[in-house]
């Protein structure tokens, strides 16, 4: 329920890290990597350094990762809320059927590059940006899927050039949302746009 913080050597021997706490927790993995590392807390943990697992299950809580870097080589559960500024990397294959990805920003008031995952990118995808000045997220050219729905709390956000497929809700709160000129595509059932947007083209395919 406590911190994690690696100043020498840890040997994960494939024993599994539960991180319980209800409040915030730091994890410091220093030159280590863990085997499994699952978070069943209520909390936040907050990365203190880059992390590398083979196994990560974001099961209850939020996962910072405050401007560092996570990989995770095997299977990457996400059933809660992925917290991340931007400027980060993620080298993993993303949870798309579940959880939520949210990009709250710098401060810096500058461009920041949503993470591809591929084919299917997301679920729920959140810019959450309450900072000033307020950073832009875009993907540019590339085409951004969600399996779940996307929300604009706060903040800027470019949508792609080419194409942006939502499953899910579109829901826009405050904020800047740029159309990108390019194409939202709706593609799931019974389904809801809330909110002030402007779109470029809208498309219903199902």
Known sequence: ???????????????????????????????????????????????????TATTFNNNAGILSLAANDITVSGTF??????????????????DTDSGIWEYVGTGAGLPRTILDFGAN?????????ANT???TF??????????????LTDGNFTAPSTTMNVAGDI????GTFA??????????????????????SLTKSV
């Open 121 to 129: 990118d997301y679920f729920d995808l959140v810019i959450n940006d």
């Open 179 to 200: 159309h990108g000129s390019g194409t939202v595509i709706l593609d799931g059932t019974n389904q809801n746009i809330s909110g002030s947007i402007t779109f470029y």
């Open 171 to 174: 829901t826009y709160s405050a």
């Open 1 to 51: 329920a406590g911190n994690w913080d690696n100043n020498g050597a840890f040997t994960p021997a494939g024993w599994t890290v539960d991180f319980t706490g209800s409040a915030t927790q730091t994890v410091d993995a220093g030159v280590s990597s863990f085997a499994t590392v699952t978070l069943s807390g209520s909390g936040t943990l907050q990365l203190a350094a880059a992390l």
């Open 133 to 135: 000045p307020k950073d």
């Open 77 to 94: 559960s996400n059933l809660s809320t992925v917290r991340l500024q931007g400027v980060e990397s993620a080298t993993l294959t993303n």
């Open 138 to 151: 875009t993907t540019g050219a590339i085409a951004l899927d969600l399996n779940g729905s996307f929300t």
